[in-house]
């Protein structure tokens, strides 16, 4: 098993997560963060940490999109250990729909 961050971290990019990781399998991209699946040890103490229930664990249904899209972007992204200030917009994006559409125009992938 393994954890990844789904969707609604998308345009919240909240950090309290990676604090908390004890092997820093977190990386970080310009509106969302991903855990990199085979560096994740599926201890689970970032799944309680994020505020907008971003962090799944695979064994949940229809999470294999998931694991392969955390495990793309964690071996482009840069790692990332400390807390930083979410995005200005978080609070108002949380749980907003076609949070996807947003990810592709942040990273040039059309919608």
Known sequence: M??????NCIACKYT?????CPVDCFYEGENMLVIHPDECIDCGVCEPECPV????????????QWVEFNR???EQ???????????PDADEMDGKPEKMKLFSEAA????
Do not use: F, N, Q
């Not at 393994?2 to 969707?7: F, L």
């Not at 962090?55 to 229809?62: F, S, V, Y």
């Not at 992204?77 to 995005?87: C, G, M, N, S, Y």
């Not at 040039?108 to 919608?111: A, L, N, R």
């Open 16 to 20: 309290d997560c990676v604090e908390v």
């Open 2 to 7: 393994t954890y990844v961050v789904t969707d």
């Open 72 to 74: 793309k972007y964690s």
């Open 77 to 87: 992204w840069p790692v990332i250990v400390t807390k930083k200030d979410a995005l």
């Open 53 to 64: 229930d971003a962090i799944r664990p695979d064994t949940e249904p229809d999470m294999e």
């Open 108 to 111: 040039g992938e059309g919608g």
